[in-house]
Each structure stands twice: as C-alpha cells, then as structure tokens.
C-alpha cells in the first residue's frame, strides 16, 4: 500500500519535470532556429504531447521512465556546436529552476496554507511537492550523465568535439557497459549532488515559509 501511494505522489512530479525538460528542449531549439518541434506539436506544455507511454508505465511498475525525446535538426543551427549545446542544456537546466519555482511554492504552503488544511491533506499535498522537487533535480542530473541517449553525452560532444570524436568509437563500444555501472550504482552516484541541490531547495523553502 505505502509502495502504490508513493507511486501515485509521484506522478504529478513526474509529469512536470518530463513535460518542461522536453518543452524546454523544444523552445531553445526554435529560438536558434529549427522550427522542427514546432512542425512536430511540441512546443506546449500539454503533457500528453511529451510523455511516452510505455516510459510512464515503466514509471509506475519501476519507479524509472523516460519522455518523448525532441526531434531536432542541427543543420538549422547557425553554430552547430554552440547552439546545439544550448539546446541539449537546456533541458535539464529547465529541471533545476522548476525544482527552484516549486521549492518557492512549498515554502508558501508550510509557511501560509499548511496549517489551514486536515493533516491528511496537507500531508499529500506536502509530500506530493517534495517528491516533485526531488524528481526535478534527478531528472536534471541524471541527463547530465555522458552516456549515449542522455544530454549529457551530447553535452561533452559540443563542448569537446575534439575529444568526444578521438575516443567516439570507444564511447560506443563500452555503452552498454557504461549503462549498466550507472544502472546499477546510478543511485550512489546521483546521491551526491541530489541530496546537495536538495538541501539547497529546502533553504529556499524555509525562507519563503519564514516570511509568514
């Protein structure tokens, strides 16, 4: 029971943090120029634009899923190096100021509504904007891995084309054995920074409650 609850908590933060990753995506891409996301509907915060299907069930029965990634076309860049690197950031930066906006929101609310509504209620709604500032910094972290199919491997392409294309061939012949050492110890490694940036969002959340 305690499992499926906090299955379905997570839910509206795993809808957020998919819906504006992916937007975010989509709107510095069209700002540089590819108008391909917007031929494609995906310039709207409209979540059922941007989530996949079978990466939100994967959500729900092992607590890790994935978007519908932005389909971009490069080539519209007029810095293919630059701009693309805007776009691969832009995403999980996107994360982290949503973890920031919502942090915000939770302060408002322990420090000017909490105490207004049934303790059962206030506790969901407490617990359900917690988890969304969590998922939200690890969304953002975890794409920042430099792994293929995440930002960040397109990330250390666009800053270090020189070394990402020495060692390319080595970075696909070990992918599957990079994935599987963060699959498996992802969760020690993201930790670190996590629970830093988490700290950090409860500060704000305690300075926005301290102001009621």
Avoid: C
């Avoid at 906090?6 to 937007?23: C, D, K, R, S, V």
């Avoid at 990634?69 to 190096?81: D, M």
């Avoid at 392409?157 to 994935?179: G, H, N, S, T, W």
């Avoid at 996590?194 to 409650?209: D, V």
Wanted: charged content about 15%.
């Amino acid at each position: 029971m305690d499992y499926l609850l906090n299955i379905i908590l997570m839910i509206p933060g795993m809808l957020i943090a998919f819906t504006f990753h992916e937007y975010a995506h989509a709107l510095m891409a069209d700002r540089l120029g590819d108008k391909t996301p917007r031929f494609q509907g995906r310039l709207t915060l409209n979540p059922l634009v941007h989530i996949d299907p079978l990466g939100f069930l994967a959500v729900i029965f092992f607590r890790f899923g994935w978007a519908k990634p932005v389909q971009t076309n490069p080539s519209a860049y007029k810095n293919y190096y630059k701009d693309d690197l805007k776009v691969s950031l832009a995403g999980p930066v996107m994360n982290f100021l949503v973890a920031i906006v919502l942090s915000i929101i939770l302060g408002v609310y322990v420090g000017g509504i909490y105490k207004y509504l049934p303790r059962s209620l206030s506790g969901v709604l407490y617990s359900m904007l917690f988890l969304a500032i969590s998922i939200n910094i690890n969304i953002g972290i975890f794409n920042l891995i430099p792994i293929p199919g995440l930002d960040g491997f397109n990330v250390l392409r666009d800053a270090l084309p020189d070394v990402f294309y020495k060692y390319q061939a080595k970075f696909y012949e070990y992918q599957m054995i990079i994935l599987v050492i963060f699959v498996v110890a992802g969760s020690r490694i993201i930790s670190i920074p996590s629970n830093g940036l988490l700290n950090i969002m409860m500060k704000i959340a305690s300075a926005f409650a301290g102001l009621f």
